[in-house]
């Protein structure tokens, strides 16, 4: 009995290396929670934190919807632009963080005449991991376009043939630049949402609720990041 009530009171954070993971620290800190090792330099992939309650998981950012849920990961934290290719099925997402904050575009090559191609109805090839964003732009303005899947490295397509465009995010700007690409439309802007695994909610309560309101209270975010945030038909 005892065993269960541990197994059940552990909350499990997913989160992926990088921006998100330094991003989301100072939050996490609000809620009085810090990791006890850092994801660069560890190779481990579940990693404790200050508190014997709640714990970390490390995984690819388009990994942690999955992690989510599934259940095997309460919280997670992952950008709009993975949640939209996931579909958002089975997650809470109550609370933009307003971190992680970039844009989604498509960009082509400087000397590549998108206005004109558009224009001329043209069918454009388009490289991208976010097919399902892409497909949805694309048919939103009527254009047919052929869409090839990468995994990353998207501005290479254009420059060596294999797509006209690709739709990618732009951060600095310093990767199309070095590439000599260029931005030629917006689809969207990109900040990283805090995910939540609905069963989550209601059965650790005690233990969820706290963290989230204290992240939702510390997000440098939206009005969204403003609101409590409550399990359906909780008292
Ligand atoms: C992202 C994105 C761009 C780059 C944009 O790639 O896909 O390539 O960052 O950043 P910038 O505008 O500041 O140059 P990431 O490093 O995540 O790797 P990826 O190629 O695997 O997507």
Redesign the pocket.
């Known amino acids: 009995m005892r065993v269960c009530e541990a197994l059940t009171a552990m909350l499990t954070i997913a989160l992926s290396k990088g921006r998100i993971f330094d991003e989301t620290l100072p939050l996490l800190a609000a809620a009085g929670i810090a990791p006890i090792e850092d994801p660069e330099t560890s190779r481990k992939l579940i990693i404790g934190s200050n508190r014997s309650d709640v714990r970390f998981i490390i995984v690819r950012a388009s990994d942690v919807p999955t992690y989510v849920q599934h259940g095997a990961a309460d919280l997670g934290v992952a950008g709009k632009d993975v949640l939209l290719e996931h579909g958002g099925e089975g997650l809470y997402q109550p609370v933009d963080l307003g971190i992680g904050r ?1 844009r989604m575009v498509v960009a082509a090559k400087a000397s590549f005449d998108y206005g004109g191609a558009l224009k001329r109805g043209a069918r454009l090839s388009v490289a991208t ?1 976010y097919v399902m964003t892409a497909r949805e732009h694309f048919a939103a303005k009527g254009m047919h376009v052929d869409l090839i899947k990468l995994y ?4 290479l397509a254009p420059l060596v043939g294999l797509a006209d465009a690709i739709v ?9 630049k070095a590439n000599d690409l260029v931005a030629v439309e917006d689809i969207m802007p990109i900040s990283a949402r805090l995910i939540v695994n609905p069963a989550s909610l209601k059965l650790k309560r005690d233990t969820v609720q706290p963290v989230l309101d204290a992240i939702a209270r510390s997000a440098p975010g939206t009005v969204d990041a403003r609101s409590p945030v409550r399990a359906p038909n909780s008292a």
Request: glycine share 14%; net charge negative.
């Open positions: 970039c991991k990353g490295s998207m501005e990618d995010l732009v951060s600095s700007g310093n990767t199309l």
